[in-house]
């Protein structure tokens, strides 16, 4: 069927070293912005599966506060700061809620599994704001991570180290779901969204292949946020379980396009050079620019910047 | 392949109604192991919710469906389809975005996967690629392989589906309409090549059907339907000579015009 040779193993391996490389040269705010995309980035590979199904969740911050509170929350009480006892803590507390909700959410398609999933996170989200020891609408510190019990004297440098463990995590995370899409299950994706009803008919459970789908997002969702509350040294209601961090996983999504696992990687970065430009050149109007972007992409470039990608490269576009 | 023992396909007082409709009224049909049931009625009749009822995508209001012997009524499609028996639709139902042999291929690849393959091996491996080939030359649409299904002709599309019904290697297939929406001219043609690959493939057959000379020339047993009731069921030569067939189900004049065409 594809005759081109897929580049997604090699690129993604010339990627991880390059993201490395480039996280030992750049200025710090540069390492921060690209340490934040990344992590991102991870949540937006999850919403690429849904979207590839035809699935919109508008309510992904719910995971993603999940991880971040879980990481934050271990720190406070229990002194936990490293990345390797931290990092499965965050992914199995969302695993765990993205499964449970998911005997739920894949009932409903379109506008209602789009709004559901936004009632979900609105749940979480009332909860800690109204919650004081889960540190309320101010949220709470996180302290610096360690690896295996290690840390480095200059912060700088462990800023480093967690952004190299980042890079590998997000290495991980996007060749498991590069090699989920490329086999019987991963296919199905497109075909839930082109049929539901012949998927059901050939002998597969669409409701189950949306389960599957749905707790594999939540768990990256989670990873990103424990992810982010470690880049940010912080966690807090506003910025990581309200419905814009839900919008801005799917903008992203939009602005990265579905037809690659690399691209959430590179819409994110994008994005938040976008919004870092936006803000110094219009601080009180800056979602006014990342607003027109978005439009120019919906209008120009459906299929996201991966779309540019693949046709530079000749890939085939998979939406 | 298919239990030569005993009935394949049983349905016992099955009825349905959609509030004061009866779309179903006592069917009680046994089909045996290479029979070819040609299932005809006028609109309303209740040609499709049989089927429906029978492959699992409307339950009965009462009455029971058995397969092979086992009770299906309460089972879900994709648990009938795991036991043997598939169906294509009357608008057939393929992934539009996707080539033919994609749509196949992801056949394929869920039958393998029924069959206790792991659905988490790649898709595009050597079996199902080589079966999927074999496929689209077996029912003629291999020139149509890459082509995206949204733009394929009517007729190649209800070869596609019935081709992905059959991916599974099923025992029973059950055909909605498989010529609706197909000229004249062609529906002999595409008919031709769909029951040369099911007699290869050892497969029992009911279809529904609204030409007669169809009917007549490819089915061995014919089921006439009237307001949810069976009131024919008998080989060709005999249900389409039934007065209260060519009354209710062909009409006077489409007798009158069958006739004047002679046997096909």
């Given at each position: 069927m594809?005759s ?9 391996t010339?990627g991880?070293?390059?993201a ?7 200025p710090d ?14 949540a937006v590979?999850?919403?690429l599966v ?6 919109v969740?508008?309510g ?5 506060g999940l991880?971040a509170?879980t ?6 009480y229990w002194g ?6 931290l ?5 199995i507390?969302s695993t765990?809620?993205?499964?449970l909700?998911g005997?739920?959410?894949r009932k ?10 936004l ?6 989200y009332g909860i800690?704001v109204?919650?004081e020891?889960?540190?309320?609408t ?10 295996f019990?290690?840390k480095?004297?200059d ?8 952004f190299?463990?980042?890079?590998v995590l997000?290495?991980?995370?996007a060749?498991?779901v ?6 019987t299950l ?6 839930i969204?082109?049929?539901?009803i012949?998927?059901?008919?050939l ?7 949306i389960h599957?789908k749905?707790?594999m997002s939540?768990?990256?969702a ?6 982010l ?18 919008g801005?996983?799917v903008?992203v999504?939009?602005l990265?396009?579905t037809?690659?696992v ?6 994110s ?11 110094e050149?219009a601080?009180?109007a ?6 027109a972007f978005?439009l120019?992409?919906i ?9 540019v990608?693949?046709r530079?490269?000749?890939?085939r576009?998979?939406? | 392949m298919?239990?030569?023992s ?11 109604t959609?509030g004061?409709v ?6 009680n ?22 089927v429906?009822?029978v492959?699992?995508y ?5 009455g029971t469906v ?5 009770n ?7 648990q009938?389809t795991k ?8 608008v057939?139902?393929?992934f ?8 196949l291929?992801e056949?394929?690849g869920?039958a ?7 659905a988490l091996?790649?898709?595009h491996?050597?079996?199902l690629?080589d079966?999927?080939d074999?496929?689209l030359?077996r029912y ?8 995206e ?5 009517q007729?190649i599309?209800?070869l596609l ?8 290697d099923?025992d ?5 309409e ?8 062609e529906?002999f ?8 690959a ?5 497969v ?6 609204h030409d007669?000379e ?5 089915t061995t047993r014919?089921?006439a ?14 249900a389409l000579n ?5 009354e209710f189900?062909i ?8 006739q004047a065409?002679?046997d096909?």
């Amino acid at each position: 069927m594809n005759s081109s040779r897929d580049w997604t193993v090699p690129g993604l391996t010339i990627g991880l070293i390059a993201a490395i490389i480039l996280g030992m040269l750049v200025p710090d705010w540069v390492l921060s912005v690209i340490t934040i995309s990344f992590a991102r980035a991870l949540a937006v590979i999850g919403l690429l599966v849904l979207w590839r199904a035809g699935l919109v969740s508008f309510g992904h911050a719910l995971y993603y506060g999940l991880g971040a509170y879980t990481v934050a929350l271990l720190g406070k009480y229990w002194g936990v700061h490293d990345v390797m006892l931290l990092i499965p803590a965050a992914l199995i507390v969302s695993t765990v809620c993205g499964f449970l909700l998911g005997f739920i959410l894949r009932k409903y398609r379109e506008i209602f599994f789009a709004m559901l999933s936004l009632a979900f996170s609105m749940i979480l989200y009332g909860i800690l704001v109204k919650t004081e020891s889960l540190g309320s609408t101010d949220g709470f510190n996180v302290g610096a991570p360690t690896f295996f019990g290690f840390k480095f004297e200059d912060v700088q440098d462990n800023k480093i180290a967690f952004f190299s463990f980042l890079c590998v995590l997000g290495y991980i995370a996007a060749l498991l779901v590069h090699y989920y899409l490329r086999s019987t299950l991963g296919h199905l994706t497109t075909a839930i969204r082109d049929n539901e009803i012949r998927v059901e008919y050939l002998g597969y459970s669409v409701a189950k292949a949306i389960h599957i789908k749905y707790t594999m997002s939540a768990a990256l969702a989670g990873v990103a946020g424990a992810c982010l509350a470690l880049t940010l040294s912080q966690v807090d209601p506003d910025s990581m379980v309200n419905w814009t961090a839900s919008g801005e996983l799917v903008f992203v999504t939009i602005l990265s396009g579905t037809g690659n696992v690399a691209a959430p990687f590179i819409g994110s970065m994008i994005f938040d050079l976008l919004r870092t430009y936006a803000f110094e050149w219009a601080p009180h109007a800056w979602q006014l620019i990342v607003g027109a972007f978005l439009l120019l992409i919906i209008f120009f470039l459906p299929g996201g910047v991966w779309s540019v990608i693949a046709r530079i490269f000749g890939a085939r576009r998979k939406l | 392949m298919s239990d030569q023992s005993g009935p394949l396909l049983e349905t016992r007082d099955l009825n349905k109604t959609f509030g004061a409709v009866t779309a179903a009224d006592n069917i009680n049909v046994t089909v045996v192991p290479g029979e070819i049931v040609g299932i005809i009625g006028a609109n309303g009749a209740g040609k499709t919710t049989f089927v429906n009822m029978v492959t699992g995508y409307l339950k009965p209001t009462s009455g029971t469906v058995f397969l092979r012997g086992q009770n299906i009524t309460a089972l879900a499609p994709r648990q009938i389809t795991k036991l043997g028996m598939s169906r294509s639709f009357q608008v057939p139902q393929v992934f539009l975005t996707q080539t033919a042999f994609e749509n196949l291929l992801e056949a394929a690849g869920i039958a393998d996967a029924m069959n206790g393959i792991s659905a988490l091996k790649p898709l595009h491996r050597k079996p199902l690629l080589d079966k999927v080939d074999a496929i689209l030359k077996r029912y003629r649409i291999d020139e149509y392989r890459d082509q995206e299904t949204s733009t394929l002709p009517q007729g190649i599309r209800k070869l596609l589906d019935i081709a992905m019904a059959m991916v599974s290697d099923p025992d029973v297939l059950l055909l909605d309409e498989p010529t609706s929406g197909i000229s004249v001219e062609e529906k002999f043609s595409l008919m031709d090549v769909v029951m040369e690959a099911l007699q290869e493939e050892d497969v029992t057959v009911l279809f529904i059907e609204h030409d007669m000379e169809i009917v007549e020339r490819y089915t061995t047993r014919v089921l006439a339907f009237y307001e949810g009731r069976i009131i024919a069921d008998a080989p060709p030569e005999i249900a389409l000579n039934d007065p209260e067939v060519r009354e209710f189900v062909i009409g006077d004049h489409k007798v009158g015009q069958h006739q004047a065409h002679g046997d096909r």
